[in-house]
């Protein structure tokens, strides 16, 4: 009896998930700008508890929303399509910020008029919709804009304006999911950025370009102020002017660029090749080899202002101090300001400005009020270049991350996750060895002995060194998972020397059948395409789980990690079905020739191989969502009612069970 109450469970389940969702409704307007200027307005009205996700996705992420618009002699493009703030997360399972929208989202293209007639611009939208359940194959949209131009009309005011308005308000009134979270993961990130900010400005104070200030800082308020009072408050001032100093310039950043402009840079191929560059630059910088200075006419000028006293001459005085130092702490700046904008957060750089600013300005503050604790401080000496050296490393690490992105990028392959970590390795190791004193660049003192701090650190920097040699060999190094490429990026995934095969392979067989590999990380056989896939399970004669799913598909990672992984589900997977994992967002184009003639959309051609596949789920099962799994015996037919995603083991486990029962 339970058996059959649990049969009956599942096909209500199945129910509720095979169906054809279609979440976004999309609508075009035009607004007229100027005489030459429109805008094509592109607007999508998203169901309750869908997101649609932004036109700026990192590399790996999600499939992003994208447009693109027919050219015509009629007129010109300008720029890129903008988009709205729209609310960016940390994704747990994507290990990035990601940006995404919820009700309603509008998109506009501003254009360029040539022709003096009406003329229409044709154009599609390529998109990817989730929920907390489910995520949808990319779709193609047709987009149709009429330019009046004859008539001068300003069509921003759709006739249809009105009913998206109401269907906004009536979504909006219901929907909770999310957004209670979103406010929590925007602090974090912020957090973040501001404490990673202040140990950066701690990290600048003790270089030989700021740390030796301290004293004539000092020197130069004990003259100034006639009173204990006085001098308190000047060095108030004089914090709260360096304070004020790098926050505009986190200000101006933010200004000029906005989020989504820094969001997209933080992908961009061109810009993480520059700032690679800037970082070997900074980086070789630190390490001796020359310094960077602003003009010396700068400094004479902020120098004489500085000398007319008052809280005018105080800021200046802050200011001298920025500019003098900025040989050490320029690098840390840029690097911080677009590590802060990378993802997205307008605030993000004032806020790693307010944290870099306070770490600089409370110790000088401190020391300028209470110029008797000057005694406990440590006297100039080698130990500063070596604080410099240090940063000069880490700048060096760093920037093969930027090159990486961009090599991540173009899928070009050549800073794989061995070569990426081989460079870490080299530099860390280097480290150590310089901190151990074997190694001595320019501006080194000479070094009669290793203190205490130093030996410490040379040992923390050959333990971390240790520790990412195993990464050659496949381990996952989670305390650094945010900055080598991922597993699957690599010449081998399972590292250097790996011949692991899958353990439902006889071990008499030297090669894998046709069609099929091993999928990492659990090690599993699955076949990609349908055909051989379906001739080994004849073969074997073993049931077939088809594993609807997508490189960008969220809740198919989590079913992977968190499902598949499991000590009751993972054998299965290995040795009681064939799995043939089916990627509906697969972009390859289909072999010149097999173009396919799709069933859904008369008229047009199926190009890639993720439309065959997507167009295979929703004709054979009825459903267009992912993750989708159906078992099925070798004649092609249901052993049982397909699911969804499913974050239940036991769930999971005995739908497996009664389907493979059912195998005959």
């Keep these: 009896m339970k058996k059959i109450f649990l049969v009956i469970s599942l096909f209500i389940v199945s129910l509720s998930f095979s169906q054809i969702h279609d979440p976004v409704k999309w609508e075009t307007s035009v607004e007229k700008v100027s005489e030459t200027e429109y805008n094509l307005i592109t607007t999508a009205i998203i169901e309750k508890n869908w997101h649609l996700y932004s036109q700026n996705v990192p590399q790996d992420g999600p499939i992003p929303t994208s447009f693109s618009y027919e050219t015509s002699k009629d007129f010109e493009i300008t720029g890129k399509t903008s988009e709205e703030e729209g609310h960016t997360v940390n994704d747990p399972v994507f290990e990035m910020k990601i940006k995404y929208f919820e009700n309603k989202a509008t998109f506009k293209q501003r254009i360029k008029v040539i022709s003096k007639s009406t003329f229409d611009i044709k154009g599609s939208v390529t998109f990817m919709v989730c929920d907390d359940a489910n995520c949808l194959p990319p779709t193609d949209i047709d987009l149709n804009f009429t330019i009046p131009v004859s008539t001068g009309v300003n069509f921003s005011a759709n006739p249809v304006e009105d009913e998206i308005e109401a269907k906004v308000s009536e979504i909006t009134e219901n929907t909770t999911v999310i957004e209670t979270k979103l406010p929590k993961s925007k602090d974090k990130s912020l957090l973040t950025i501001f404490i990673i900010a202040?140990?950066?400005?701690?990290?600048?104070?003790?270089?030989?370009?700021?740390?030796?200030?301290?004293?004539?800082?000092?020197?130069?308020?004990?003259?100034?102020?006639?009173?204990?009072?006085?001098?308190?408050?000047?060095?108030?001032?004089?914090?709260?002017?360096?304070?004020?100093?790098?926050?505009?310039?986190?200000?101006?950043?933010?200004?000029?660029?906005?989020?989504?402009?820094?969001?997209?840079?933080?992908?961009?191929?061109?810009?993480?090749?520059?700032?690679?560059?800037?970082?070997?630059?900074?980086?070789?910088?630190?390490?001796?080899?020359?310094?960077?200075?602003?003009?010396?006419?700068?400094?004479?000028?902020?120098?004489?202002?500085?000398?007319?006293?008052?809280?005018?001459?105080?800021?200046?005085?802050?200011?001298?101090?920025?500019?003098?130092?900025?040989?050490?702490?320029?690098?840390?700046?840029?690097?911080?300001?677009?590590?802060?904008?990378?993802?997205?957060?307008?605030?993000?750089?004032?806020?790693?400005?307010?944290?870099?600013?306070?770490?600089?300005?409370?110790?000088?503050?401190?020391?300028?009020?209470?110029?008797?604790?000057?005694?406990?401080?440590?006297?100039?000496?080698?130990?500063?270049?070596?604080?410099?050296?240090?940063?000069?490393?880490?700048?060096?690490?760093?920037?093969?991350?930027?090159?990486?992105?961009?090599?991540?990028?173009?899928?070009?392959?050549?800073?794989?996750?061995?070569?990426?970590?081989?460079?870490?390795?080299?530099?860390?190791?280097?480290?150590?060895?310089?901190?151990?004193?074997?190694?001595?660049?320019?501006?080194?003192?000479?070094?009669?002995?290793?203190?205490?701090?130093?030996?410490?650190?040379?040992?923390?920097?050959?333990?971390?060194?240790?520790?990412?040699?195993?990464?050659?060999w496949g381990a996952p190094l989670n305390l650094i998972s945010a900055f080598p490429p991922a597993q699957h990026y690599s010449e081998s995934p399972y590292g250097v020397g790996s011949t692991k095969v899958g353990s439902s392979l006889n071990q008499n067989h030297s090669e894998l059948p046709d069609g099929a590999h091993i999928m990492p990380p659990h090690n599993i056989l699955a076949f990609n395409d349908y055909d051989k896939g379906l001739a080994y399970a004849k073969q074997v004669n073993k049931p077939i789980m088809l594993d609807f799913t997508g490189h960008a598909c969220v809740n198919c990672r989590k079913m992977e990690q968190n499902v598949w992984a499991k000590d009751e589900i993972l054998p299965i997977l290995k040795n009681d079905v064939v799995l043939i994992s089916l990627y509906v967002d697969d972009k390859r184009p289909l072999p010149e020739g097999d173009e396919i003639d799709s069933k859904l959309r008369p008229g047009k051609k199926l190009k890639y191989i993720g439309q065959k596949w997507s167009e295979f789920q929703t004709i054979k099962y009825g459903a267009n969502a992912q993750p989708f799994y159906v078992l099925i015996n070798t004649n092609e037919e249901k052993l049982n009612e397909p699911v969804a995603y499913t974050p239940d083991v036991e769930e999971y486990h005995n739908w497996l069970k009664t389907g493979i029962s059912n195998f005959k």
């Design 198 to 472: 202040f140990f950066s400005g701690f990290a600048a104070l003790l270089t030989p370009c700021v740390f030796p200030m301290i004293p004539m800082t000092v020197s130069f308020f004990t003259k100034q102020s006639k009173t204990r009072v006085a001098g308190i408050k000047n060095a108030i001032i004089y914090g709260a002017s360096i304070v004020i100093i790098y926050v505009v310039l986190g200000l101006l950043v933010s200004a000029i660029f906005g989020a989504d402009a820094l969001n997209a840079l933080s992908t961009n191929v061109w810009f993480n090749i520059i700032f690679f560059l800037l970082l070997i630059v900074f980086a070789i910088s630190f390490l001796g080899a020359f310094e960077i200075v602003l003009p010396s006419s700068w400094g004479t000028k902020v120098d004489a202002q500085a000398d007319r006293g008052g809280i005018i001459g105080i800021f200046f005085m802050a200011l001298a101090l920025a500019i003098v130092s900025f040989s050490c702490t320029g690098p840390i700046v840029g690097t911080l300001l677009v590590e802060a904008a990378a993802g997205g957060n307008q605030i993000g750089p004032i806020v790693g400005m307010l944290g870099f600013s306070l770490a600089l300005a409370i110790p000088f503050a401190l020391f300028a009020a209470f110029p008797g604790w000057l005694n406990s401080l440590p006297k100039s000496g080698g130990w500063l270049n070596t604080v410099k050296v240090v940063l000069g490393f880490l700048e060096l690490a760093l920037a093969f991350k930027f090159l990486s992105n961009a090599d991540l990028v173009l899928q070009l392959h050549w800073l794989e996750r061995e070569v990426f970590l081989a460079i870490w390795i080299a530099i860390f190791g280097t480290l150590a060895f310089y901190l151990f004193g074997k190694i001595q660049l320019p501006h080194d003192s000479p070094l009669t002995h290793i203190s205490v701090g130093r030996l410490s650190l040379g040992l923390l920097s050959l333990t971390f060194t240790i520790y990412m040699i195993p990464g050659l």
